[in-house]
Structures are given as structure tokens and as C-alpha cells.
């Protein structure tokens, strides 16, 4: 009897706490829908170019993405890649902690925000880069994937939706990865190797990086026939309008965007001066030599220059040897009237920037895309 | 003991979070306090001052990144590579400054031991006097630097 009881006690004060969470659970999410709504908000950018009529209470990222205006970011919107700066004129909130060491005083002056981590409660006012507002989000097919080297694989994508791509050649797209072993999708920027000629599809060069998440969900789970989804074209890597001498120089899957740019501008006929400088490390990390060779023969104006900075001294390597920075200071002792394009590791670039300019380069005539 | 909002949100960029996916303290038990002063004492024990052993690890990590990923001897049986990785990390620590994601593996075959330099993990030493936790990825364990950089007693 007195079990009984005991047993009918404690099943009324459970199923009350039950009823009492839930109805506080309720009384949650009303109170959120009625005191945290913000309605519509009004974000406009680049001083009326577009307005956007958009729920409020969302990340700035995510509502202009929402309306097809993609923002670079490489990490999903965590604040954690500090890609995807935009000024934020009015109606920005406080700089928020996750955002604090990614601001310098320049951008702070400029009103620059994280807009992951900037919430859109009331109407608000932005600058983009122009150049943005033609980026798109597209959904494609892997065709193929090649290996290149040991650790560099060719995608080469068939767009879905949109059909088409207009780009300029240098520029590089954003790949979303899926979800795999309990990492979240994440978005890396790779340029572009394909021409803007063919609309219909994009190639791409991947480098394995150690841990990556993106990478090795490309190496690892990517397969031919599966759907992608990506966004671009972004970037200002491409050639300039005027008729100085290039040097391009590249190591590993920096090639890419100079892959792109010289077969763009030998089918638009071009005359420009070139010379191509690839560093890698042995003749296993080379690739595309068969191809940039042919392009030396067939036109006047290029010469490719691949050089090894830790080929054996006994192999059979005929090319220049030596770091990639070394072998272009010996090539080239005078760049006054040269324009550089560079593209491959931060530490490779702060060391060419260094041999052209003491080499009578300006920095005003040295483009690069830091892969930082 | 109330913490204040910046130790709060050291504490929790410590672990895994937005900052980094494995966090800085590994498997460690011991709080921030008790790293800092165990690997202190460790190195005050072994009479190598700290501005010894960071220049040491920085000296390794620019050799290895001008290097452009070629792997170099930097003391006899001891060997650097650098790793390149997109991106940039903030620091835990607040207005630390951002810190390029490349890493530098140094490795002992001699004495069979390995380090990871980041310039992220250079920093915490420098300023910070945290090595990271035991059983994080780049942890700077001062006994195996020591060891690998053949650091002397005050020199």
C-alpha cells in the first residue's frame, strides 16, 4: 500500500516537471517570436545599388547570401577566416569579441565588420566591392578528377545551375565541401585553371594540405559523377591593360590562375612578353612541363622556365636548379619594365616581392594571390 | 573564484572552439596556471632562459618557410619542413594579433623525438609563457625542445 502510493507520488511530480519544462519550453518560444522579432529589415548596399527586404535576426552573411550576393568565407561563418569583411556604413551592432583580432585600426576607422558575425536587427546600411554583386552560386558535376602530381588533383566541374560562368582568367571560385567524419562543410578558395572561353565548365588544381578539411574531403570522398556546389568568380588576380613584360611565377597548385591566364591570352592572340618561372621541390612535383613546353614552341613571346630547389645532383634534371627566388634573380637582374604575377605560398611571395623590387620592380606592378 | 569576462573567454578559446577545432590544452587536466608554471620551472630547471628556446623554435621556423617546403637539416640528425596551409588564427588570447596557419615539423632522428612550430605557437610562449597542453597537436614540450635544439645552460 504504502509502495503504491510512493509510486503514484512520484509519477504525479514527474509527469508535473514534464508538463512544467514544456510549457516553459512553449513560453520560450513565444517569447522569442514576439520579443526578438525584428520584422523585415532593409539592407542596403553600396548606397541604394540594391535594397533587400530581409528577416531580421539573421548574420549579415547568411541574408545577403540568401539573396545572392555571396561574400567570401572560408569558414562557413564561424569568424574564423575573416574573408568576409564588408563595411558596414549603419545599423552595425558592437564589434563583436570573435571579431576583435581580426580588425586592425584602418578597418575599424573604415567601419570594416565581419558580416558572419554582424546581426541584421534593424535596417542597415553596407559597401561591397562592386565585383561582388556578379558572383553567383552555381551547382556542378565533377567530370573528372586527375592527379597531377602525389598531392595535386585537376577537377574539372560541368556546370549544372547556372549553365554558364563569365570570368576573367586568374580568378578563383569558392568549392563548398560536404559533411564528412563529424566535420562541418567548409568553403576554400581555389583559382581557376580553365579559360573564360568555356562557359560550360570550370577546372580547378587542389594541393593536398595535411588535415585539411576540404582537401581531404576532395581526395578522400569526392567522387566523379557527384554534384558540387560552388561560388564566384571572385578575386582581382588577372592580367593589367598595359603592354609590360610579365614574369609569372608559381610552385605547386599556384599554377592554377597562370594555367588559366596563358591559354587565355594565346587564344585571344596575345603578344605580350612572358616568362613563367614554376618552383618545385623534384622533378615529381612538376606537372603540365609536356604542355608549357609546346606553348614555348608554338608562340614567340613565352618562355617557361621550371627550376628544382632539392632535385638529386645525379639525375637526369637538365633545367635550372635552385630556390624558385634564386633562379628568377638569375634570370632576371633587371625588372624596372616588368609587371610580376605571382601566385603559391605566403612565404614564396614575400621572398619574390623581395628579388623584384630589388630588381627595379615597383610594388605597385607586383600582383599576387597569397594563398593566406 | 569569479572570473572576469576576459578570463572567461580565455578559458573558452582554450578549448575547442570557433578559434581552433582541437583546442590548445590536448588532454590536459591541469588548469592554464599550472602549464605555465610547470613548463617554467622545467625550463628554470634546466637553467635554458625562455628567449633562448623562442628564438631557437623561430630560427627553425623561418629557415623551414623560406625553404618554400623543402625539408633542411637544422643541427646534425635534426630536420624542418614547412607545411603551408590556407588561412590565418587568431591568438586565445584577446587582441593577440592573427598568425599565418602554416606549421613546421621538426624532427630528431637521433633522439626520435618531433616538434610542430606554428608562428601562433611561437607567440604564446613569447608572450603568453604557454606551451599548450599535453597531448595537443603543437604542444612545445620543453624537455623535447631542449633536447632537439641541443639549448645550453644559459646560453
Not at chain 2, 24 to 33: P, Q
Not at chain 2, 41 to 57: C, D, H, I, Y
Amino acid at each position: 500500500m504504502a509502495i503504491g502510493s510512493i509510486l503514484v507520488s512520484v509519477g504525479i511530480s514527474v509527469g508535473f516537471l514534464l508538463c512544467t519544462g514544456l510549457i516553459l519550453a512553449l513560453l520560450l518560444i513565444l517569447a522569442e517570436k514576439k520579443i526578438l522579432n525584428y520584422g523585415t529589415c532593409c539592407i542596403d548596399v553600396n548606397e541604394g545599388e540594391k535594397k533587400l527586404q530581409v528577416p531580421g535576426g539573421g548574420s549579415l552573411l547568411s541574408s545577403l547570401a540568401e539573396n545572392e550576393i555571396f561574400i567570401p568565407s572560408a569558414c562557413g561563418g564561424r569568424g574564423t577566416c575573416a574573408y568576409c569583411k564588408v563595411q558596414v556604413i549603419e545599423g552595425g551592432s558592437m564589434i563583436s569579441p570573435v571579431e576583435e583580432p581580426y580588425l586592425g585600426p584602418e578597418e575599424r576607422k573604415n567601419q570594416v565588420r565581419l558580416s558572419c558575425q554582424v546581426k541584421v536587427r534593424k535596417d542597415i546600411k553596407i559597401r561591397v566591392p562592386k565585383e561582388l554583386l556578379s558572383v553567383k552560386k552555381y551547382r556542378g558535376k565533377l567530370l573528372s578528377k586527375r592527379p597531377l602530381t602525389y598531392d595535386i588533383v585537376e577537377l574539372r566541374i560541368e556546370l549544372l545551375e547556372p549553365k554558364t560562368i563569365d570570368f576573367v582568367a586568374g580568378l578563383y571560385v569558392q568549392l563548398e565541401s560536404e559533411e564528412y567524419d563529424g566535420h562541418d562543410r567548409v568553403m576554400r578558395a581555389y583559382s581557376m585553371s580553365s579559360t573564360p572561353s568555356d562557359k560550360n565548365h570550370i577546372e580547378l588544381m587542389v594541393r593536398k594540405v595535411p588535415n585539411g578539411i576540404c582537401t581531404t574531403w576532395v581526395f578522400e570522398h569526392l567522387k566523379e559523377g557527384q554534384e558540387v556546389v560552388f561560388s564566384g568568380p571572385h578575386g582581382k588576380f588577372h592580367l593589367s591593360n598595359t603592354d609590360a613584360e610579365i614574369i609569372f611565377i608559381a610552385g605547386g597548385s599556384g599554377m592554377a590562375p597562370i594555367w588559366g591566364i596563358l591559354r587565355d591570352i594565346k587564344e585571344k592572340g596575345n603578344t605580350r612578353k612572358a616568362t613563367y618561372f614554376f618552383g618545385a621541390l623534384t622533378q615529381k612535383d612538376l606537372f603540365f612541363v609536356d604542355e608549357l613546353t609546346k606553348l614555348q614552341q608554338e608562340v614567340s613571346w613565352f618562355k617557361f622556365i621550371p627550376a628544382l630547389s632539392n632535385e638529386p645532383a645525379n639525375s637526369d634534371w637538365k633545367g635550372a636548379r635552385g630556390l624558385i627566388t634564386d633562379v628568377v634573380a638569375r634570370y632576371m637582374p633587371d625588372c624596372s619594365k616588368n609587371e610580376g604575377y605571382l601566385c603559391g605560398s605566403p612565404g614564396m611571395i614575400d621572398a619574390c616581392i623581395k628579388v623584384l623590387t630589388k630588381a627595379g620592380m615597383t610594388e605597385d606592378r607586383v600582383f599576387y594571390d597569397k594563398f593566406v | 573564484m569569479k572570473l572576469s569576462p576576459e578570463e572567461q573567454r580565455l578559458i573558452h578559446n582554450l578549448k575547442s572552439s570557433k578559434f581552433s577545432k582541437e583546442g590548445f590544452l590536448g588532454t590536459d587536466s591541469r588548469s592554464l596556471e599550472e602549464i605555465i608554471t610547470d613548463d617554467l620551472r622545467t625550463l628554470g630547471k634546466a637553467g635554458v632562459p625562455k628567449e633562448l628556446l623562442v628564438q631557437a623554435l623561430k630560427d627553425a621556423y623561418q629557415k623551414a618557410r623560406n625553404t618554400f617546403g623543402a625539408e633542411i637539416e637544422i643541427k646534425k640528425n635534426v630536420k624542418a619542413v614547412f607545411h603551408e596551409s590556407m588561412g590565418r588564427i587568431p591568438s586565445p588570447f584577446c587582441k593577440d594579433g592573427l598568425f599565418e596557419k602554416g606549421e613546421v615539423v621538426v624532427t630528431d632522428s637521433a633522439n626520435n623525438l618531433s616538434l610542430i612550430i606554428t608562428s601562433l605557437g611561437i607567440n604564446l610562449i613569447e608572450k603568453h609563457d604557454f606551451f599548450q597542453g599535453r597531448g595537443c597537436r603543437f604542444r612545445i614540450d620543453p624537455v623535447v625542445a631542449i633536447k632537439i635544439f641541443k639549448l645550453l645552460p644559459g646560453r
